[in-house]
C-alpha cells in the first residue's frame, strides 16, 4: 500500500505499537560473538546465532563509523533543527539535501504515524523475520556496547566526540535506518515538496510562488532529484560470467557499485559467519548488519540502480466547494492531516500540518508548476513503504545456486531499487530487476495520464501522473506478487546465461547483447532506446575479451585476473569515440572566442584515452566533456538496429563542441593547471591530515567511473576532490569444488573517522592501481599478518521493545 495512506492512517498502528511496548516486552538475548579483524579492518564476525552476529557486526561497525550513524540517527529520528539549527541542511549522500527543518518535519510524521512499527507488527511476508528482527536487535545492542566501552567523551572521531547528540540507539532506530534506504529512490527525493503542499487558502511563502510548468523547468526538477537518467550520485556497473565465457568454466562477478564518498550511503565491508547457517562476505551500505553486495560458498552478486520507478504521482480533480476535498469514482472523499511539531536550536519549535491522500502524501513544488490550486493537486503513492528488503538480502545471503538467489528475491519482493546481477558456482549467469514497482501497465499509462500537466511532467521526467480520480487508473494487482499494487515476478525481467550479463544502469532491454529483453512495462525501463556508454563500454570489452583482441592475452575468455585488468585499465569510451575529432577541431580552429588553443593541440592529439594517473591531457579532455554535449554533438545519430554502437562519429562543426574547447582552455589556465594535466595531478581525495590522494578514473563513459567537483563555488567539495563514483569492488571466481577466491577494494577505507588508519589505506592502495585479497575461509583469516580477535559476550541483551 502506498506510503501516504499508512502514514495518513497510522494512528492506529502507533496506538498498537505502544500497548505491544508496554505489555509485551521482547526477550532479552545473551550474546557472544568472535570478530576476527584482518588487515584494513575488515571484521569477520563469527557468532552461533543471528542476535549474536548483529551483535558482533554493531560493534565492528561503531568502532569505524559511530559518527556517521550517529548524525543520520539525529536525522531519522527528527532532531536536526535541535542540535543544528532549522536552516543547516542534511548531507547529500545519495538523496539530495534538504534543510534540517523540512528533514525534520517528515520524519517527525513518520515517527508519529507509527508506520515502521506498524510493519514490524504486521502479519506474513510484510513484517520481519524473527531472525531479521534478532539481527538488528543484536545489532543495536552491539552499537551500544561500544558506546558504553568508550563513553562519549572518549569517542576517537573528532566529528562526535563529546557531542550530547550521540546517544545510545533502539532496535527502532535501526529499523527506520532501513526504511530510510528503500525510501532513496521515492519518497527521499520529495521530502520538501511535501512540506510545501499546503491549502490553497494559506497564505504562500516565497518559496510557494507559483510558476507556469514548463518542460525546461521540470527537466531541471528530474536532474535534481536523480530522474534524468545522469546517477552522478547512485549508479554501478556489473558483470556475471557464465561457463562459456570463462576460460575454465567457473562463473565470475565483478560488482563496482558507484556510490557517495561521504555519509550514510558509504559501503562498509564485512564477514558474516553462522556455521551450519550462514557464511557470507562482501559490503553493506551502513546500518544494515547483513552483507548487501558479495558472495557466499556458492554464488556471488552486485548490485546497480535500476531504471524503474518506485512510485507514481496521482492527479486529484478536487471538489469545487473545498480544496481538502477531492473526486474519486464519483464521490468527493475528505483528505487526512497531521499536525507534527519539532524542537529548533535555542528553543520553542516549529509544527507542520501534512495532508493525504488515499494515494500518498500531497506534494507541491510551485516552482516547476505542480500548486495546490482551487482544482488540482498531486499526490504521490510509494511503493517501498516497506522492511522486506531486510529478509530479501538474509536469503541471498544464504542462496546456493543462481535459482536460489533469484528466489530468494521473489520470496520476499523486498529489493527496493537495484538489479541484480552474478553468478554461481555451476558457470550459470543471471540479471534480474525484480524490484518493488508499482504495477502500472502500458495500457494504463496510455488511458490514465490526462492531458496537460500531466502530460507535460511525464514527457519531461518520466514520472508517470495517474488519474487519481477514478479507481480504473489505480495500480494493478498481480496473482504472485507478495503485496497489492506492485508487479510479480512473472512480469519482471529476470535472466540466466551461460555467456554474460552486464548492466551500467540502463535498463534491461541489453542485458546481453545476444539476447535482448522485451515485453515489460515501461515504468521498468525503455526498450528501443539509446544507450549509456559505460553500457555500450561494457558490452564492448566482453566482446573483445572473446576475441582475445584487447590485448589481456592470446586465449579468449574471463579469468579473474584479466577480469581485474579490464577494469583497472581505465578506458573512457567518450575519449576513444571523440578524442581525435576533438585534436582535428582544435587543429581547425586556433582561435575559439578569443582563446588561444594551439598548446592545447599536440596534447589532445597524443592523449590515450583513458582516465590513469599519468595519461597527459586527461583533464584537458574531461573539462572539454562537461562543456561540450548537445542534440548535435553526433554527427551520426542513434541507430535502434545498432544500439551498442550508435551515436558516434563527433560533429566537428558543431558550435558547442567548439566553443567548449575553447572554455576548457581557458578555464585550466585560470585555474593555473598545466593543459597536459593529468588526472593524477588535479583529482583527489583527502586522506588523514589533509594530505591529498591522486585518484585515477574519469566521468567521460568511464566503466571505472570516478566523479569529481569541477565546480570552483562549490561548497561542499574541493575543485577535483572526488564525490562519488566506485566504491567497494569485488572480484569474485565461483568455482565447483573449491570455496570461493577472489580481490576487492574499498576505495575510500572502513573508517569515516580521519584520524583512524583505516580512512586512508586503501585509497592508497587504489591510488597505485592494487587490490587486496578476500579473506574467506578460515585458514585465510588465520593467516593474515594483521588479524586481531576480538571476543565479545553480553549475559543479557537490554532488547526491550522493537
Known amino acids: 500500500m502506498?506510503?501516504?495512506?499508512?502514514?495518513?492512517?497510522?494512528?492506529?498502528?502507533?496506538?498498537?505499537?505502544?500497548?505491544?511496548?508496554?505489555?509485551?516486552?521482547?526477550?532479552?538475548?545473551?550474546?557472544?560473538?568472535?570478530?576476527?579483524?584482518t588487515s584494513y579492518g575488515i571484521p569477520h564476525v563469527k557468532a552461533s546465532n543471528?542476535?549474536?552476529?548483529?551483535?558482533?557486526?554493531?560493534?565492528?561497525?561503531?568502532?569505524?563509523?559511530?559518527?556517521?550513524?550517529?548524525?543520520?540517527?539525529?536525522?531519522?529520528?527528527?532532531?536536526?533543527?535541535?542540535?543544528?539549527?532549522?536552516?543547516?541542511?542534511?548531507?547529500?549522500?545519495?538523496?539530495?539535501?534538504?534543510?534540517?527543518?523540512?528533514?525534520?518535519?517528515?520524519?517527525?510524521?513518520?515517527?508519529?504515524?507509527?508506520?515502521?512499527?506498524?510493519?514490524?507488527?504486521?502479519?506474513?511476508?510484510?513484517?520481519?523475520?524473527?531472525?531479521?528482527?534478532?539481527?538488528?536487535?543484536g545489532y543495536a545492542d552491539g552499537y551500544n556496547a561500544y558506546l558504553r566501552k568508550v563513553g562519549v567523551d572518549g569517542i576517537p572521531d573528532p566529528r562526535c566526540s563529546g557531542e550530547k547528540w550521540v546517544k545510545p540507539i533502539k532496535p527502532i532506530d535501526?529499523?527506520?535506518?532501513?526504511?530510510?534506504?528503500?525510501?532513496?529512490?521515492?519518497?527521499?527525493?520529495?521530502?520538501?515538496?511535501?512540506?510545501?503542499?499546503?491549502?490553497?487558502?494559506?497564505?504562500?511563502?516565497?518559496?510557494?510562488?507559483?510558476?507556469?510548468?514548463?518542460?525546461d523547468a521540470l527537466e531541471d526538477w528530474a536532474a535534481e532529484i536523480g530522474l534524468d537518467g545522469d546517477t552522478a550520485r547512485i549508479g554501478s556497473n556489473a558483470l556475471g560470467v557464465g561457463s562459456e565465457d570463462s576460460q575454465n568454466g567457473n562463473g565470475l562477478v565483478l560488482g563496482n557499485p558507484h556510490f557517495p564518498w561521504r555519509g550514510i550511503n558509504r559501503f562498509w565491508d564485512l564477514h558474516v559467519q553462522i556455521p551450519g547457517e550462514l557464511n557470507a562476505i562482501g559490503a553493506s551500505l551502513m546500518g544494515f548488519p547483513i552483507v548487501n553486495i558479495g558472495h557466499n560458498r556458492h554464488v556471488a552478486w552486485s548490485h546497480t540502480v535500476s531504471t524503474a520507478k518506485r512510485f507514481t504521482f496521482f492527479e486529484l480533480e478536487l471538489d469545487p466547494s473545498d480544496p481538502t476535498r477531492y473526486m474519486y469514482d464519483g464521490e468527493s472523499v475528505p483528505m487526512t492531516s497531521r499536525t507534527v511539531t519539532v524542537p529548533v536550536k535555542g528553543g520553542g519549535s516549529e509544527s507542520h500540518t501534512f495532508w493525504y491522500s488515499r494515494f500518498g502524501p500531497i506534494l507541491a513544488r510551485p516552482g516547476v508548476g505542480l500548486t495546490w490550486s482551487d482544482t488540482t493537486v498531486f499526490a504521490l503513492g510509494d511503493a517501498n513503504d516497506q522492511l522486506r528488503s531486510a529478509d530479501t538480502w538474509l536469503a541471498m545471503n544464504k542462496s546456493k545456486s543462481a535459482k536460489d538467489l533469484v528466489a530468494a528475491q521473489s520470496k520476499f519482493q523486498g529489493n527496493p531499487w537495484v538489479n541484480t546481477i552474478g553468478a554461481d558456482d555451476k558457470g550459470r549467469a543471471f540479471y534480474t530487476d525484480d524490484t518493488v514497482v508499482p504495477n502500472v501497465t502500458q495500457e494504463k499509462i496510455d488511458t490514465c495520464i490526462k492531458p496537460g500537466?500531466?502530460?507535460?511532467?511525464?514527457?519531461?521526467?518520466?514520472?508517470?501522473?495517474?488519474?487519481?480520480?477514478?479507481?480504473?487508473c489505480n495500480w494493478g494487482d498481480d496473482p504472485d506478487a507478495v503485496v497489492k499494487g506492485i508487479f510479480g515476478p512473472s512480469n519482471l525481467p529476470i535472466q540466466y546465461r551461460d555467456d554474460y550479463v552486464a548492466n551500467a544502469n540502463d535498463s534491461f532491454w541489453q542485458t546481453n547483447a545476444a539476447d535482448p529483453l522485451t515485453g515489460f512495462s515501461p515504468i521498468i525501463g525503455c526498450v528501443d532506446c539509446e544507450q549509456g556508454l559505460r553500457t555500450r563500454l561494457g558490452h564492448e570489452?566482453?566482446?573483445?575479451?572473446?576475441?582475445?583482441?584487447?590485448?589481456?592475452?592470446?586465449?579468449?575468455?574471463?579469468?579473474l585476473k584479466n577480469l581485474q585488468e579490464m577494469w583497472l585499465g581505465d578506458r573512457s569510451l567518450g575519449a576513444e569515440l571523440t578524442s581525435d575529432a576533438l585534436a582535428q577541431i582544435c587543429a581547425d580552429n586556433p582561435t575559439i572566442d578569443g582563446v588561444d588553443v594551439t598548446e592545447a593541440c599536440p596534447i589532445l592529439a597524443a592523449y590515450d584515452d583513458t582516465g590513469k594517473l599519468d595519461s597527459p591531457g586527461g583533464w584537458l579532455f574531461n573539462i572539454w566533456w562537461r562543456h561540450a554535449g548537445g542534440p548535435a554533438f553526433w554527427s551520426n545519430p542513434f541507430d535502434v538496429n545498432q544500439p551498442l554502437t550508435t551515436p558516434n562519429t563527433l560533429n566537428q562543426g558543431n558550435p558547442g563542441s567548439i566553443e567548449a574547447l575553447g572554455e576548457a582552455v581557458q578555464e585550466l589556465r585560470d585555474r593555473g593547471i598545466p593543459l597536459d594535466?593529468?588526472?593524477?595531478?588535479?583529482?583527489?581525495?583527502?586522506?588523514?591530515?589533509?594530505?591529498?590522494?591522486?585518484?585515477?578514473?574519469?566521468?567521460?563513459?568511464?566503466?571505472?567511473?570516478?566523479?569529481?567537483?569541477?565546480d570552483p563555488d562549490s561548497d561542499e567539495y574541493d575543485y577535483?576532490?572526488?564525490?562519488?563514483?566506485s566504491s567497494t569492488v569485488q572480484f569474485t571466481e565461483l568455482r565447483r569444488d573449491k570455496t570461493p577466491k577472489g580481490k576487492w577494494i574499498l576505495i575510500y577505507g572502513q573508517s569515516e573517522n580521519p584520524e583512524s588508519k583505516h580512512y586512508d589505506d586503501q585509497t592508497k592502495l587504489f591510488s597505485k592501481g592494487e587490490l587486496i585479497p578476500m579473506l574467506y575461509t578460515n585458514e585465510q583469516i588465520r593467516s593474515d599478518p594483521n588479524l586481531k580477535i576480538t571476543r565479545l559476550k553480553e549475559k543479557s541483551g537490554k532488547g526491550k521493545g522493537k
Open 2 to 37: 502506498p506510503i501516504g495512506h499508512r502514514l495518513a492512517h497510522g494512528a492506529i498502528g502507533a496506538l498498537a505499537a505502544a500497548v505491544a511496548v508496554l505489555c509485551g516486552v521482547a526477550p532479552a538475548l545473551a550474546y557472544k560473538v568472535k570478530i576476527r579483524e
Open 50 to 137: 543471528y542476535g549474536s552476529a548483529g551483535y558482533g557486526v554493531g560493534y565492528a561497525f561503531a568502532k569505524q563509523n559511530i559518527c556517521t550513524f550517529a548524525d543520520n540517527n539525529v536525522t531519522t529520528s527528527a532532531r536536526r533543527s535541535k542540535y543544528f539549527g532549522p536552516d543547516g541542511e542534511t548531507q547529500a549522500s545519495a538523496a539530495p539535501a534538504v534543510n534540517n527543518l523540512d528533514s525534520d518535519l517528515f520524519w517527525q510524521s513518520v515517527i508519529d504515524s507509527g508506520r515502521v512499527e506498524e510493519l514490524l507488527d504486521a502479519k506474513g511476508v510484510q513484517s520481519p523475520s524473527k531472525d531479521a528482527k534478532r539481527a538488528i536487535r
Open 174 to 215: 535501526v529499523w527506520r535506518r532501513i526504511y530510510q534506504a528503500d525510501l532513496l529512490a521515492s519518497s527521499q527525493n520529495f521530502i520538501s515538496d511535501f512540506v510545501a503542499a499546503t491549502p490553497p487558502a494559506s497564505t504562500m511563502s516565497a518559496r510557494q510562488a507559483p510558476r507556469d510548468a514548463g518542460a
Open 453 to 472: 500537466l500531466s502530460t507535460l511532467i511525464y514527457g519531461a521526467t518520466g514520472i508517470i501522473p495517474l488519474d487519481g480520480s477514478t479507481s480504473a
Open 541 to 559: 570489452m566482453v566482446q573483445e575479451r572473446m576475441a582475445a583482441s584487447e590485448g589481456l592475452g592470446s586465449e579468449p575468455g574471463f579469468t
Open 677 to 710: 594535466a593529468t588526472y593524477g595531478d588535479v583529482q583527489f581525495a583527502y586522506g588523514r591530515n589533509g594530505k591529498k590522494i591522486p585518484i585515477h578514473g574519469c566521468d567521460t563513459g568511464c566503466w571505472q567511473r570516478i566523479v569529481s567537483n569541477t
Open 720 to 725: 577535483g576532490e572526488v564525490g562519488a563514483g
